[in-house]
């Protein structure tokens, strides 16, 4: 009982960053068809921006001799996710756009060329040992005998917040109906007068601040995150995201939960070594079932 409670939580946990990380994925797929495969590596800029953001809190002259500056731990994270919402818009307009448009690919190379850039700098600047970042909230409570940590539950509040306030934005907001439309058909969008190229922009942006996020809420269970830590979550991510259907949010969530779930069944029951390889073989097994996966919508071409 003891280890399926550790089981519960420490897999919510997880498929909460899952979830997050893989939304933005979705995003930009369902608006410009296309991935930002440097997502792991917005992962870990956004949890290191942070890191050094409260480091700069906690000791005077920590960036570069500047002042103390007097944020808590939640300023920092809204700083650094709305510095990466940036970085997404950058990436779309600078990397993504002028490579994606016809039927190019070149924006698959780019984004692969701009994560091993942004992996490499970060190593030979920082280094390659992880830097860790304190809980937003310490301590653990008891559920029976199991100490579960605060910052697994904050992680499943804050991503079931996320869910909620994504679903008001595209249901209930003009900008969010706009997204929507462009998902459906960015050409009679824009007859609409709805401006395509800002909503790309804000899928962006939304796809970087939901990344930095799902760092900051990830380093303080992993215990710290290094130059190389975000590619292996971001590509578990995207695994959700095929799992669940790039077209589907919802159906994300689900496969996040599942993915999660089965990641920790198989780290406490089989093996903590190969538990990436073993979930990864779920992907192909549902990939082969459902190509679009579990609940991707089929794609109907009309001859």
């Known amino acids: 009982m003891d280890i399926l409670i550790q089981v519960l939580f420490g897999g919510l946990s997880n498929a909460a960053v899952y979830a997050l990380i893989a939304f933005g994925y979705s995003l930009t797929y369902i608006t410009t068809e296309t991935l930002n495969f440097a997502q792991g590596e917005f992962v870990m800029l956004g949890s290191i921006l942070g890191i050094y953001m409260v480091m700069a809190w906690q000791n005077d002259g920590a960036l570069s001799g500047s002042p103390r500056l007097l944020w808590p731990l939640w300023v920092a994270y809204i700083l650094a996710v709305l510095i990466m919402a940036g970085a997404g818009v950058l990436l779309e307009r600078y990397v993504m756009r002028p490579f994606s448009t016809g039927l190019s690919i070149s924006w698959i190379m780019s984004t692969v060329a701009l994560a091993i850039i942004l992996r490499n700098l970060v190593e030979v600047l920082l280094g390659a040992d992880r830097m860790p ?58 007859l609409m007068g709805i401006n395509v190229n800002f909503v790309k922009l804000l899928a962006f942006a939304l796809c970087g601040g939901l990344a930095a996020l799902g760092g900051l809420l990830l380093t303080p269970v992993i215990g710290g995150m290094g130059a190389d830590t975000g590619t292996g979550f971001g590509i578990a991510a995207f695994a959700v995201a095929i799992i669940g259907g790039l077209d589907n949010l919802a159906g994300i969530a689900i496969a996040a939960l599942i993915y999660g779930l089965t990641e920790q069944l198989i780290q406490n029951y089989i093996s903590i070594d190969f ?20 609940f991707g919508k089929q794609l109907v071409q009309k001859v």
């Open 133 to 190: 970042l304190q809980p937003a909230i310490k301590d653990s409570v008891r559920i029976g005998d199991v100490p579960v940590d605060y910052q697994k539950i904050v992680n499943i509040v804050i991503t079931l917040v996320v869910i909620g306030v994504l679903q008001l934005f595209f249901t209930r907001t003009l900008l969010g109906k706009s997204v929507k439309a462009v998902a459906f058909n960015p050409t009679a969008a824009s």
């Open 275 to 294: 538990y990436r390889a073993l979930t990864f073989l779920l992907l192909i097994v549902v990939l082969a079932v459902k190509p679009t996966g579990l």
